[in-house]
């Protein structure tokens, strides 16, 4: 039965997307991966004849993924609440809630979390963590993010750097093809913490 991973932010622009992909090439070197996209319009589903040693799956709903012959899928989510995201997180396996280390992202993703903690209730071994991702270097502002993150209670994983590898990533196979070997190590640091969260 496949592991589901959903990636879920209310806001746009913190990354979901490119995360999302690069973290599905990467599980792919080890086992049979794919990736969905609950926005039928989102940048996923257009990557669908583009995107080569993964799967885009059509999403029809979790529980026809959980039948799916893979080991891992992730779920790609829309930048907003959408009614179903309850039944979609009771349904995964292990939310990761990726941010921008700005104000507006960290008072955003509120929301979001309180809706990992409800399903949580109802599905103690959910497990959840919140990535700050697209992180701009030498920035005071991430380790003030990473305090007001605190009060959550979700682990605060890897740091994904703002790189412009990141941005060239969708036709080349991600991050673990290219030579920016950074940007690699903080790929890897993140899979490793998923898993061992998993």
């Not at 893979?70 to 995201?85: A, G, H, Q």
């Not at 950074?182 to 969260?197: F, H, M, P, V």
């Amino acid at each position: 039965m496949a592991k589901l991973i959903a990636i879920a932010h209310q806001k746009g622009g913190v990354g979901k997307s490119t995360l999302a992909l690069n973290l599905a090439y990467r599980f792919s070197k080890e086992v049979k991966t794919a990736l969905t996209d609950t926005d039928p319009q989102g940048s996923t589903m257009q990557l669908r004849d583009i995107v080569e040693g993964i799967d885009i799956l059509e999403y029809e709903g979790t529980s026809s993924l959980k039948t799916k012959p893979y080991d891992v899928i992730f779920i790609d989510t829309p930048p907003y609440l959408i009614e179903n995201m309850i039944p979609l997180f009771l349904a995964s396996d292990f939310v990761l809630i990726p941010t921008k280390a700005g104000v507006t992202d960290i008072m955003a993703i509120r929301a979001t979390i309180e809706l990992v903690k409800e399903a949580q209730k109802k599905k103690p071994e959910l497990k959840a963590g919140i990535v700050l991702n697209m992180v701009k270097p030498r920035a005071n502002i991430t380790s003030e993010a990473k305090k007001e993150l605190e009060v959550f209670d979700l682990p605060i994983l890897a740091e994904i750097r703002d790189r412009v590898v990141f941005n060239n990533t969708f036709l080349s196979g991600g991050i673990s093809t290219g030579s920016d070997q950074q940007a690699i190590q903080e790929l890897e640091q993140l899979t490793k913490e998923i898993l061992n969260l998993l």
